[in-house]
């Protein structure tokens, strides 16, 4: 090697793709490539990663979870959505492929050929199925579950009639429905990582999570009201970040309820208070257009026409260590609290806002996440077609 090619070697080549992770707060999974050579290269590279494929129990590990990206991307990925794009088929050299080191090679392949946009591809959803196979939380859910939930449940009764109350005596307030979200199926939280900037299981909040429907709006704001007084959760731990409101202007509220107290209040009923209070309680055009900005601004794949009030709280959770009395283990988890009235729950389930349409969003989004570059060859190659 002559001193130019030295140099050159030493200062002027960079793995420019990994650069931009580090350098310009860009996700892995959205580069093009990767810089490895050689099968041994990609040995040693799986190994700081955390699977020494030298180690059967790793080895079948490594082989399983590319077995299950590629039958994501098949069963969820292929078909577009909206029908724009011809549906696809992973090469079958990809497909049979199961040496994880054979794959990083692929993917390091400088031609960008078709093969090497699939390796990628596949890459991109074996590193998040990596992150949900080795998430601690995952080996006490169960305890997790129970001390959220067990906090809220100790305030619910239910009468008679079959009807649902938080609180008891003169302070409860009937709810049209309580419900649990428990945890989320593997392909959902799959899902849902892909078209996260971060990438890691650590940044889903609503893995747990209660819905409360009331009756009304104001009795929203009494649901939060009841929470609060009786510590059901910790405002303190609650994550500001997180916090969407669609549902009532605050700001309007509290001025209403300046005029409610100097209002000579002698024979009102109930129903005249919340009549009272109903212009308070929702956004002007305005305010609610700002609102839903925000939202979309924090989570572009959410319907604003979804209205609701949604705190991500966060529980000191305790995990009693199996094989020792005297060890106990304490970390926080983040759980989310949606409220909303019930005319709003309604539109949640038959407008625009419905769980299906937000899925076809995310699956849109995905899809092209993962799959860009093997979208733009075929792409390509079409329009080259169509030249000839």
């Known amino acids: 090697m002559d001193q130019k090619e030295r140099l050159i070697e030493t200062f002027a080549t960079f793995p420019h793709e990994l650069m931009d992770v580090v350098l310009s707060n860009k996700s892995f999974i959205d580069i093009n490539g990767l810089s490895i050579e050689s099968y041994e290269e990609a040995h040693s590279y799986l190994k700081n990663y955390g699977y020494d494929l030298d180690n059967a129990v790793h080895a079948e590990q490594v082989r399983s979870i590319l077995s299950e990206a590629k039958s994501f991307i098949q069963t969820y990925l292929l078909e577009d959505p909206e029908g724009q794009t011809p549906t696809l088929a992973i090469p079958?050299?990809?497909?049979?492929?199961?040496?994880?080191?054979?794959?990083?090679?692929?993917?390091?392949?400088?031609?960008?050929?078709?093969?090497?946009?699939?390796?990628?591809?596949?890459?991109?959803?074996?590193?998040?199925?990596?992150?949900?196979?080795?998430?601690?939380?995952?080996?006490?859910?169960?305890?997790?579950?129970?001390?959220?939930?067990?906090?809220f449940m100790t305030h619910l009764n239910v009468n008679n009639k079959g009807e649902y109350f938080i609180g008891r005596g003169r302070g409860q307030i009937r709810l049209?429905?309580?419900?649990?979200?428990s945890e989320k199926t593997k392909e959902s939280l799959i899902m849902k990582l892909l078209h996260k900037k971060e990438n890691v299981t650590a940044d889903v909040f609503d893995r747990v999570g209660v819905r409360i429907v009331t009756n009304d709006k104001l009795d929203v704001l009494l649901v939060l009201k009841y929470l609060a007084e009786n510590h059901v959760i910790s405002f303190a731990n609650i994550k500001p970040s997180r916090t969407r409101n669609n549902l009532i202007d605050l700001e309007k509220f509290l001025d209403g309820l300046v005029r409610f107290k100097d209002e000579d209040l002698t024979g009102w009923s109930e129903e005249q208070v919340r009549e009272y209070f109903k212009p308070f309680l929702t956004f002007d055009k305005e305010k609610a257009d700002e609102q839903e900005e925000l939202i979309r601004e924090n989570n572009p794949y959410s319907s604003t026409q979804y209205t609701s009030i949604q705190l991500t709280a966060r529980q000191l959770i305790t995990i009693q260590d199996p094989f020792s009395i005297n060890l106990a283990y304490k970390f926080f988890f983040p759980f989310e609290i949606q409220i909303l009235d019930h005319e709003s729950f309604v539109e949640s389930r038959t407008g625009?806002?419905?769980?299906?349409?937000?899925?076809?969003?995310?699956?849109?989004?995905?899809?092209?996440?993962?799959?860009?570059?093997?979208?733009?060859?075929?792409?390509?190659?079409?329009?080259?077609?169509?030249?000839?």
């Open 92 to 151: 079958p050299n990809v497909l049979w492929e199961d040496d994880p080191r054979n794959f990083l090679v692929l993917a390091s392949e400088k031609t960008r050929s078709i093969t090497q946009r699939w390796a990628c591809a596949v890459l991109r959803v074996a590193h998040t199925i990596t992150h949900v196979e080795n998430d601690l939380s995952k080996y006490f859910f169960q305890g997790i579950k129970k001390q959220i939930f067990s906090r």
């Open 176 to 181: 049209k429905l309580f419900e649990m979200k």
């Open 352 to 388: 625009r806002a419905s769980h299906d349409e937000y899925k076809k969003s995310q699956i849109i989004s995905v899809r092209q996440r993962v799959l860009e570059n093997v979208l733009r060859y075929h792409a390509r190659k079409k329009w080259q077609e169509v030249r000839t």
